[in-house]
């Protein structure tokens, strides 16, 4: 099978440290080929004594690493850099009002990645202001929501710690050193985590909760449905992974859901297989045990039909 590459994009509100995080990871000396794709060179400060080699939209490095503009197309962009530079790893930065599950649908699609995951930067030291802005609130918590990890920037001893556990709930691991960041990215199993399933441990403020419950190992659709509808019922957001059944093959999707959707994106064969579960995050989930008891009840051992 031909080896799938892993890729990493960067989101973050404008202002977050995404440039300064890029320049970090070009520099590191980790005997590993990356290549970027950037919006504008103009913004990345790249050390002078790194720069092999200029050419058009491409910057080649003396270390094996790559940056490259992105042009009209991102795929296109995206497939181009993997067949010239064969890289280790492929990174992206994102826009600052990118939305991270887009993203992820968009490069799902380039056959000779890994299923992309999202790292959201956050400048830790206007984040809960940003939070709570009427204007930029929503977005930035989507991008929160929505990441597989985040990264810590511009931040002191002394607010980082309360930070990460207010944002605890979204069961997702925080850095906050570069070279953290390049060992999450490159680990075998990204998704082999062991996270707490307590109810009495996930609170945090606003009232906001989180449960994670296991998937069979396949499931009909029409039955993943409808045992989702009580979830949604009492859930702001749900995410993960579940196979569904089509034409007698389980196949790997993503679930991002609301209270009134839900999305599932077929991830293409070969991609590496997350955990089958779901992140249920919501208010005062503790009052409905029930639900998340009818949902552990299910065979968690359905086999694919002969």
């Not at 590459?5 to 995080?21: M, Q, S």
């Not at 307590?198 to 029409?222: F, M, R, W, Y």
Request: proline share 5%; glycine share 6%; charged share 25%.
């Amino acid at each position: 099978m031909e080896r799938l590459v892993p890729c990493v994009f960067f989101t973050g509100y404008l202002g977050a440290g995404k440039t300064t995080l890029i320049n970090i990871l070009l520099s590191l000396s980790t005997g590993r080929r990356v290549t970027v794709l950037v919006n504008d060179f103009g913004s990345i400060n790249i050390d002078a004594d790194l720069i092999e080699n200029q050419n058009g939209e491409t910057i080649s490095l003396s270390n094996g690493c790559a940056c490259c503009t992105i042009g009209d197309s991102l795929i296109e962009s995206a497939e181009k850099v993997l067949k010239e530079f064969s890289p280790d790893l492929l990174v992206i930065e994102a826009s600052g009002v990118a939305e991270p599950n887009r993203l992820k649908n968009l490069l799902a699609g380039v056959k000779k990645i890994e299923y992309p995951r999202a790292l959201s930067v956050v400048n830790a030291g206007d984040i809960e202001k940003k939070l709570a802005d009427k204007f930029v609130g929503k977005l930035c918590r989507q991008q929160i929501l929505e990441a597989d990890a985040l990264y810590f920037n511009r931040h002191n001893p002394d607010q980082i710690y309360p930070l990460q556990d207010k944002l605890s709930v979204f069961h997702v691991p925080t850095f906050t050193e570069a070279r953290e960041v390049m060992e999450f990215i490159l680990e075998a199993d990204p998704y082999d985590r062991d996270l707490d399933l307590s109810l009495e441990k996930t609170e945090i403020e606003h009232g906001l909760q989180s449960v994670i419950v296991e998937c069979p190992l396949s499931i009909n659709k029409s039955d993943f449905d409808q045992m989702l509808r009580p979830l949604q019922e009492i859930c702001h957001r749900i995410k993960g992974f579940v196979q569904l059944m089509e034409k007698g093959q389980a196949v790997l999707h993503s679930v991002q859901a609301t209270d009134t959707s839900c999305e599932l994106t077929r991830i293409p064969e070969g991609k590496s297989l997350p955990k089958l579960r779901l992140v249920c995050i919501g208010p005062d989930l503790k009052a409905h045990q029930t639900v998340f008891d009818r949902w552990q009840t299910f065979p968690m051992d359905v086999k694919k039909p002969a």
